[in-house]
């Protein structure tokens, strides 16, 4: 029973290396609070999270300096207490030439993978057998540019893996394309596959797999839109179904999206806006792919950046990175709604929530 494990959440924030950046919360599986359990300063801006369980590891994206004094990208390779959640740094190493917004695992939590927004980079870098992070493996630089004036240049946003663990996709909002990359680990390369485009000015964010199902969805920062696809597992190829608003046909005001997420049972999706600071909620039509509208959920807060599902799909807890708070939803498993619980912890400029259970 998943009740009966200990559930951790790890938070990643905008902080100056001086002050925390990095908070472990212990998560009440009942009631959706979080209990502040121990908070770590020492990075510049650890944004971005990802967590082996299994091995105990928790990953963060950080900035570092190069031999020419210049800004890059840095990752940060910790240990965690099971009882406690006590963050230990176990080492930290530069990824690629320019700052970082995403990190992820792959599945056999072998490498890490890491894009840069500001470089238009991807990287890819080996663990150590002690966790730590090895040098640089494999970098691939994008290249070109889109209708927009932030669209200037490529800009990689984010890098995710598919269930069979042969495949990464990357948004690159700058680029208006979502790439797939072959996953060749024993050679340590990432190696282009195959690129998929979206409408001019939808800037691809981040993305999510189905967690049974053979679709794909994106959600687009800079057009306030969620993008469907088929996924072909064996070959690595993206289909798009539909593209669908984020946002109240009425809304007028300033957005841009962040975050997206499908509930563990694989019947609803959320995504996050900023600007109308809500978690739209959709319902997966389990034969299509398709989207259909729920609801917006106000999400109490300014700026909510990314969001996390508990493990068991029960809550909905949402990073809000302007009013510095982390609040809890209870999640309607039949309907997909949000309802607030009264929850709330107050962090500093919270960006990336990572769940992770234990026993």
Known sequence: MESKKKIFAFLGS???AADPGLYACRFDPDTGSLELTDQTAGLQNPTFLDVNAEGLKLYAITEGTDAEGKRCGAAAAYGFDPGTGKLSLLGKELTVPATTCHIT????HTYIMVASYHGGLI?????????RIGKTADIRRHEGSSVLPVQNQA???SVFVDRSNRYAVVCDLGLDRVFTYKLDLAAGQLLPHDE??????????HFVFHPSLPYGYVINELGSTITAFTYDQENGKLGEIQTVSTLPASYEGD????????SPDGKFLYGSNRGHDSIVVYAIDSSTGKLTLVEHASTLGGHPRNFALSPDGRFLLVANRDSNQIVTFSRDEATGKLSPTGNRLDVSKPVCIKF???G
């Open 105 to 108: 695992l792959d599945r056999t």
């Open 255 to 262: 957005n841009a999206c962040a975050d997206i997420h499908i």
């Open 356 to 358: 992770v259970a234990i």
């Open 196 to 205: 998929v485009r979206v409408a001019p000015g939808s800037g691809p964010r």
């Open 155 to 157: 800009r990689a946003h």
């Open 14 to 16: 905008y902080a100056d």
């Open 123 to 131: 990287g890819l870098s080996p663990l150590l057998e002690d966790g």
